[in-house]
């Protein structure tokens, strides 16, 4: 590989998108996503990407089918098949907490089975 970008020849463009790639994707997978409970609010974060969400504004709390895409006006910050589903009165967003009991416990909600 190192050879590789050092030669000024056209694979040495390749050749630093897969080290840029094989560099990103541990990084990636170790970050993981995160879950915050503040003042009311659960912010949601997953690398660059952040979403803040007020918990008296959540209208619904669902379970998404194991292995449905999710629905596109829906923002994925869950790496696992096992989504949530969280609707707000302004958008939805999908969560796929570890422990999805004390999850729900802090959100102070249950899953809605309707």
Not at 35 to 47: D, H, I, P, Q
Not at 75 to 90: M, Q
Request: no cysteine; net charge positive.
């Amino acid at each position: 590989m190192i050879l590789l970008l050092m030669t000024s020849s056209r694979h040495s463009l390749i050749a630093t998108a897969v080290l840029i790639l094989a560099v990103a994707m541990p990084i990636w997978l170790l970050a993981g996503t995160t879950y915050r409970f503040r003042n009311g609010t659960l912010t949601v974060s997953k690398l660059f990407r952040r979403k803040h969400i007020d918990l008296a504004d959540i209208t619904a709390i669902k379970p998404w089918p194991r292995w449905s895409y999710p629905i596109e006006d829906g923002e994925d910050f869950a790496l696992s098949s096992k989504r949530i589903l969280i609707k707000h009165a302004e958008f939805r967003i999908f969560v796929s907490p570890r422990d999805e009991e004390n999850f729900l416990a802090a959100l102070g909600r249950q899953i809605d089975t309707k």
